[in-house]
């Protein structure tokens, strides 16, 4: 569909040390691993034929990249959200971060202020990239 995310890069220190971390996470959410490049990792999701949909490289930062920490209010990436099937999908990706000792921004919670409905799980990744996986009905 015209508009929809084709893939997304995301820049990290080093995308080997956060492979466990993003494979536990991307698995859950229905991702595969397709390759490893120079630079990083890539992951794809596939629809019902088996095609590619959307894909997420993982890659390393630059060598003066790696010394800053991520601040999602400069100017780039404030977060990535997913959609989730239900408020219990949401509740399984959280219980599995647990699992993981990812970092908990903020746990599974209804955030009516965004819509009603709303039911999300904040975390960071390695890096300090803030991710969400959100159920609205």
Known sequence: MRGTIDH????VRDPWSSRAFYEAVFGFLGYRFKKEVERGLIWELLD?????VCSIAV?????????HRHDRYAPGLHHLAWRARSRADVDALYALLRRLGATILDPPADY??????????????????????????
């Open 112 to 137: 009516p202020q965004y819509e009603p409905g709303y039911y999300a799980v904040f975390f960071a990744d390695p890096d300090g990239l803030k991710l969400e996986f959100v159920h609205v009905p």
């Open 59 to 67: 890659m390393r930062a630059s060598e003066e990249g790696r010394i």
């Open 8 to 11: 997304l890069d995301l820049t």
């Open 48 to 52: 019902e034929a088996e095609r590619a």
